[in-house]
């Protein structure tokens, strides 16, 4: 993406099937679906699905049953066709899958202007509604507040599009930071840590805004909450440097005293066996304590 690319992603689909009329479907995993993502680059995003069959609501929730629609393969109301997925239980689960997936490509094709809007309003929209609307106490720590919010906003969002909304907030150059490496950093923090500090400083300055309006929390307008929102993801990262400079300073001190371990570590001998020359010197003094015994009597 640093290059003025893209990045291409790809998922993968295949679930085996029936069809009256076709026979049974190839149960092969074919490549389904195909995303370009050109937010990074200041373009815009593609999502290409092989599956657009079920784009349509005849294949989701049925064909229609009146006369004279479908002369090629006519059906009645109680005809599973009819009915599509709300036919029984197992097809109306697959059913909300698919509706989460549409959810999921709506938002993702959404403009970068959009996604900043839906941050807002499920944060702000979060804080109003249980759980975040029982008084949460101001001073637990930012992480245990972020995790509060994690939960509440995932209700109505999945944990990808919040990763998402908060990771645009970042340049490709700290992107990096956070992505997988070959070696593993052992003093590098996971990006979970990151989005636990944000939310909660985010949470904290709207908590605090909603707690001193008295007329209402849903009194305040967007501006407010936008505030709120700029002012506490700003606190919450620069929380989460100054806790994780602290944490290298503890790292390395503990580091030291972890290294002062090699000096004492068992040597190779340790590891053999040497039960017959450890017995020796109990059988000796059980000897020598035998004949005390005979001396005293």
């Not at 702000?124 to 106490?137: F, T």
């Not at 906003?153 to 930071?177: D, L, M, N, S, Y």
Request: glycine fraction near 8%; hydrophobic fraction near 40%; aromatic fraction near 10%.
């Amino acid at each position: 993406m640093g290059t003025g690319q893209g990045e291409h992603q790809e998922g993968r689909l295949g679930n085996p099937g029936t069809d009256r009329n076709k026979g049974p479907a190839d149960a092969k995993t074919v490549g389904a679906i195909g995303a370009y993502d050109g937010h990074g680059v200041d373009i815009g995003r593609v999502v290409v699905d092989s599956t657009w069959h079920h784009w349509f609501d005849v294949n989701l929730t049925g064909r229609p049953t009146e006369p004279g629609l479908d002369q090629v393969d006519p059906v009645t109301a109680m005809d599973p066709k009819a009915q599509g997925f709300t036919y029984n239980a197992i097809g109306q689960q697959a059913l909300q899958r698919i509706q989460n997936y549409y959810r999921n490509v709506a938002i993702w094709l959404a403009a970068p202007a959009k996604q900043n809007c839906m941050f807002l309003r499920a944060t702000s929209g979060a804080v109003i509604r249980y759980p975040l609307a029982e008084q949460l106490d101001l001073n637990l720590p930012i992480w245990e507040l972020g995790s509060f919010a994690r939960d509440a906003i995932g209700r109505r969002a999945g944990q990808c599009t919040i990763i998402e909304w908060i990771w645009r907030f970042f340049p490709i150059e700290v992107q990096k930071i956070f992505k997988p490496k070959p070696d593993p950093c052992l003093t590098c923090p996971p990006f979970e840590m990151v989005e636990l500090f944000a939310l909660g400083g985010i949470v904290r300055e709207m908590l605090t805004l909603a707690y001193q309006n008295t007329r209402g929390m849903d009194k305040l307008e967007e501006p407010h909450w936008a505030n709120a929102l700029a002012k506490g993801i700003e606190q919450g990262l620069a929380e989460f440097a100054e806790r994780y400079q602290k944490s290298l300073r503890q790292t390395e001190a503990s580091m030291k005293s972890f290294s002062a371990v090699f000096k004492n570590l068992p040597k190779a001998d340790a590891f053999l066996a040497r039960e017959k020359e450890s017995a020796k010197p109990r059988l000796a003094k059980a000897k020598r304590s035998t004949n005390a015994n005979k001396r005293k009597r």
